[in-house]
């Protein structure tokens, strides 16, 4: 019985064919290792805000200062800053990030205690997905009476100045009325000897 062998033309069309194979196989590995899935961008943080906080203050009580959020559809993130100086403030860190939800308000807190008297600026800054928004104000710290530091400190030397000379009143009065005594005392002793001298005459 005779041996088949494949036809050299048979045999070269099955070579071309593995090459072929072989070249498709890579080129799809390659793909698949360079290809990335699309990705959907997040949807734009984009809400309204709201900074509350007293515009003036006595040094020795706490106020709270609140952020407030509204989201237009989306939920998304965002970090708040707060930039004071002069003041203890609770939470301590100074920024704190925030769940802005779709159509919700959403508020963040710090509570604030002054060191110091005086007028203090305060900034809040926080992202969107637009730009970086800052709200600037100011808070003046008084003392219990409500005076700012600059008329206290005009104020308690004026009453120096004043109070000062008023405690020395009782004595001065006690002073006049002893030199009007004795002065009282030598007019009469005065007329005294006048009198005696006019009657031996």
């Known amino acids: 019985m005779e041996e088949s ?4 033309k048979r045999s070269t069309w099955q070579k071309k064919l593995l090459w072929l194979g072989l070249g498709i196989f890579l080129l799809s590995v390659l793909f698949t290792c360079n290809y990335r899935i699309p990705i959907s961008a997040p949807p734009p943080c984009r809400f309204t805000h709201k900074t509350s906080f007293a515009g003036s203050m006595t040094d020795q009580e706490s106020k709270t200062l609140t952020v407030s959020f509204y989201g237009e559809n989306f939920d998304c993130k965002t970090h ?3 930039a004071i100086v002069n003041f203890d403030i609770s939470p301590s860190d100074n920024v704190q990030e925030v769940s802005i939800l779709g159509q919700q308000t959403t508020q963040i807190k710090w509570v604030l205690h002054p060191k110091s008297q005086g007028k203090f600026s305060y900034v809040v800054s926080f992202p969107d997905s637009q730009a970086l928004h800052a709200d ?4 003046t710290v ?3 009476a409500g005076f700012p530091a600059w008329v206290t400190g005009i104020l308690a030397p004026l009453a120096g ?3 000062g000379p008023l405690l020395t009143i009782p004595y001065w009065i ?3 009325s002893t030199w009007i005594k004795k002065r009282k005392g030598k007019q009469k002793t005065q007329v005294g000897k006048a009198r005696k001298r006019t009657k031996k005459r």
């Open 161 to 163: 100045l004043v109070f």
């Open 5 to 8: 062998f494949p036809s050299p």
């Open 142 to 144: 008084t003392n219990d």
């Open 136 to 139: 600037e104000s100011t808070v």
């Open 80 to 82: 708040v800053q707060l």
């Open 174 to 176: 006690d002073k006049c």
